[in-house]
């Protein structure tokens, strides 16, 4: 089974007038790179939540986000009162002072600094445990759609790993029409010298067959190639963690295909060939969001 890296989940929950809110974003990524925005009551908590997260995602771009916001009706924001009327009493002197005319003191007054103060959210150990509830089942929904992303990505390296074993059968099943042809033009050139100083060297001309069956030949590559894409098909049954391995099979699949196509020299093996490559570089894109 596949595993995506592309992932989302989130998961909400509510507890003593607090709702919690966690969101999960995965993207595609060769390391761990997880980055986590919690509020600073929590902050302590930050490599408990770390770890949690590696052992459910294991690798990739993590984004976690925790957001803490009251439900109470009862304001979250009070107003500095004391100074307020600090701040009031400052302007007033300061309008007498240089004659000027009082202005909207309230509205200017709000502006100032400090004058808006926000409730601290102090930590809760009995929240902190329905906080890590809720981040275990944001994390679990992001791997679900790991594991329905992951699927769609499955269906589609396996259709392009039929495709390349498709080609490559009709790749030999042209390869020994080379070898007749390049006998036939090898005996060819013996007879013309046979014609001009009436010798022909049998030994020669198997030398020189020898040379360009052996030039030709492709079994091994077609057998190695064979192995890899039963490889690949069987790896990917495997339990999920596997698209570096994956990853390593390709360039492997491409060493084999690469080879054939210097030693086709035909017109028809070449196009099935580049239809192999082309398939083999979509895997390669494929397989970089593999887990």
Do not use: W
């Amino acid at each position: 089974m596949i595993l995506s890296m592309t992932g989302f989940g989130k998961a909400t929950n509510e507890f003593n007038g607090t709702k919690i809110t966690v969101e999960v974003k995965t993207l595609n990524s060769k390391m761990n790179d997880t980055k986590i925005r919690v509020p600073s009551s929590y902050r302590e908590k930050e490599l408990e939540i770390r770890n949690l997260i590696t052992e459910k995602l294991d690798r990739g771009k993590i984004d976690v986000s925790l957001n803490l916001e009251s439900t109470n009706k009862t304001s979250a924001v009070k107003i500095n009162s004391e100074l307020v009327a600090e701040y009031n009493a400052q302007l007033q002197g300061v309008s007498e002072e240089l004659g000027l005319v009082p202005a909207d003191a309230l509205n200017l007054i709000m502006r100032m600094p400090n004058v808006l103060e926000s409730e601290n959210h102090e930590f809760d150990a009995q929240e902190y445990n329905s906080i890590k509830q809720t981040i275990l089942e944001g994390l679990n929904a992001c791997n679900n759609f790991r594991k329905d992303e992951g699927l769609q990505l499955e269906n589609d390296l396996k259709k392009r790993i039929a495709i390349i074993s498709d080609r490559l059968e009709k790749v030999m099943k042209l390869a020994p029409a080379r070898v007749d042809n390049k006998r036939e033009k090898l005996l060819a050139r013996f007879e013309d010298m046979k014609k001009d100083d009436d010798v022909f060297d049998n030994n020669r001309f198997e030398q020189e067959l020898i040379y360009y069956l052996e030039k030709l030949d492709i079994t091994e590559e077609h057998v190695r190639l064979k192995s890899h894409l039963e490889y690949f098909s069987n790896t990917m049954d495997s339990d999920p963690g596997q698209g570096k391995k994956l990853g390593f099979i390709g360039q492997e699949m491409g060493r084999e295909i690469n080879t054939i196509g210097s030693k086709a020299n035909h017109a028809e093996m070449q196009r099935h060939v580049v239809e192999m490559k082309d398939e083999l570089e979509k895997i390669k894109e494929q397989v970089l969001n593999v887990l």
